[in-house]
């Protein structure tokens, strides 16, 4: 089955600096890769998603980029802010049959003022 | 445009007590999920539901039961509470047209 590794645990940024977390997936079939953000108390909320026909792309302060000849993904959180500070999590899926996803462990992120 | 509503959003359970965790989606979404989250775990699937009528185990099923009542509706049961059950409980639901999730607000179960 498919195994998502994400990197790092915890990442602590001063605010206005760049955060940047990173997934890496086993299943070349994997096709579909969402992240979702979970403040405190909360529930995952998706934010950006990319599929393999696409190697990035952009919201505003997020982008995810994707190389599937290394299997990995990466969000990126440019001129953070405090309201930023959340986990995150990745997952990667293949977007047929029962699609199920597989999540990453998540990535705390704290943004300090 | 309510999305997928849980309940209850907190519980306190007895060992050996059962308990049915309700959820209800309005996005004519096909397929609902079952997680439980605990720190550092991340997000497990208990019970999934890829279409109304069929429910498979997902990776931590045991201790668990499921109903699809109808395409809106899924439900988790526990039979017989054990410490080990205390968590955050999530619902979610996706379609096939756009496969990311949404998730309910969660039900967070203590089992003394």
């Known amino acids: 089955g498919e195994n998502v590794e994400q990197h790092p645990s915890t990442l602590s940024v001063q605010e206005g600096d760049s955060a940047v977390i990173k997934c890496t997936y086993s299943d070349s079939a994997s096709n579909y890769f969402p992240w979702y953000k979970q403040e405190l108390g909360k529930r995952p909320q998706l934010i950006i998603d990319?599929?393999?026909?696409?190697g990035e792309k952009k919201d505003q302060r997020i982008a995810v980029t994707l190389n599937k000849t290394a299997k990995h993904f990466s969000l990126h959180i440019t001129e953070t802010q405090p309201e930023d500070s959340a986990v995150y999590f990745c997952?990667?899926?293949?977007?047929?049959?029962?699609?199920?996803?597989?999540f990453g462990r998540g990535t705390s992120l704290i943004v300090h003022p | 445009n309510a999305g997928v509503t849980q309940t209850p959003k907190f519980q306190v359970l007895k060992t050996g007590q059962s308990m049915t965790l309700q959820c209800a989606q309005d996005?004519?979404?096909?397929?609902m999920y079952w997680y439980r989250q605990d720190p550092g775990m991340g997000l497990r699937l208990i019970y999934y539901s890829a279409s109304e009528g069929t429910t498979d185990k997902g990776e931590v099923p045991n201790g668990y039961n499921v109903s699809r009542l109808n395409k809106r509706e899924f439900s988790l049961r526990l039979e017989s509470a054990a410490p080990s059950q205390t968590s955050v409980y999530f619902c979610?639901?996706?379609?096939?047209?756009?496969?990311?999730?949404?998730f309910g607000s969660g039900t967070r179960l203590t089992v003394v």
């Open positions: 996005m004519n979404h096909n397929s």
């Open positions: 997952a990667a899926s293949k977007t047929g049959g029962s699609y199920i996803p597989t």
């Open positions: 979610a639901s996706s379609d096939r047209t756009y496969y990311g999730y949404t």
């Open positions: 990319i599929r393999s026909n696409v």
